[in-house]
T-cell receptor
Framework: DAGVTQSPTHLIKTRGQQVTLRCSPK?????VSWYQQALGQGPQFIFQ???????QRGNFPDRFSGHQFPNYSSELNVNALLLGDSALYLC?????????????FGPGTRLTVT | KQEVTQIPAALSVPEGENLVLNCSFT??????LQWFRQDPGKGLTSLLL?????REQTSGRLNASLDKSSGRSTLYIAASQPGDSATYLC??????????????FGQGTILTVHP
């Protein structure tokens, strides 16, 4: 049973560019959440998707947007990249559409903005 | 707004010691609390999940306790090993309102177990 998978593993972008990160949830999970983890910090909640809709959002600007597909996989898009967007981006999935259950995390995508 | 604090920020112990990591949170209206392990540059591995109605959970050498009324949780690691070296993160999941299913993390405790 595959766990949560994310792609790509690493990414280097230039300020002002746009980036798309991808996540496939654990089998049987239908809710996907995205987190940003800066170096030396705990992860910060970006947003959560269920039934292809954004259900709740953390304190992140509109440059951060997402999408969930019918197969429950998800994308995180970041526009107009800033140096401060450099971080590890983590995807988490949970079952049954509530997010209240145990959340399982993927390996993350390391984004470096130069 | 939920805030989570972990103490200590870093801990270095010799192999074989028993140790305790602390987590405190400001809003006691939690649904559950998870302890995670993170190796450098890697994702998070869930260690234990405690529902708000539970007092503790155990898995092998790990035991996590929860005192919701005082806003505290502890992770106890018995007979520590060098392979336990990692960052340990505490995260709370609040119930109801707009915090539906969102995890709020502490900053983590960096644990080093030396042979």
């Amino acid at each position: 049973d595959a766990g949560v998978t994310q792609s790509p593993t690493h990414l280097i972008k230039t300020r002002g560019q746009q980036v798309t990160l991808r996540c496939s949830p654990k089998s049987g999970h239908d809710t996907v959440s995205w987190y940003q983890q800066a170096l030396g910090q705990g992860p910060q909640f970006i947003f959560q998707y269920y039934e292809e809709e954004e259900r709740q959002r953390g304190n992140f600007p509109d440059r951060f947007s997402g999408h969930q597909f019918p197969n429950y996989s998800s994308e995180l898009n970041v526009n107009a990249l800033l140096l401060g967007d450099s971080a590890l981006y983590l995807c988490a999935s949970s079952p049954l559409g509530t997010g209240y259950y145990e959340q399982y995390f993927g390996p993350g995508t390391r984004l470096t903005v130069t | 707004k939920q805030e989570v604090t972990q103490i200590p920020a870093a801990l270095s112990v010799p192999e074989g010691e028993n140790l305790v990591l602390n987590c405190s949170f400001t809003d006691s209206a939690i649904y559950n609390l998870q302890w995670f392990r993170q190796d450098p540059g890697k994702g998070l591995t869930s260690l234990l999940l405690i529902q708000s109605s539970q007092r503790e959970q155990t898995s092998g050498r790990l035991n996590a306790s929860l005192d919701k009324s005082s806003g505290r949780s502890t992770l106890y690691i018995a007979a520590s090993q060098p392979g336990d070296s990692a960052t340990y993160l505490c995260a709370v999941n609040n119930a109801g309102g707009t915090s539906y299913g969102k995890l709020t993390f502490g900053q983590g405790t960096i644990l080093t177990v030396h042979p």
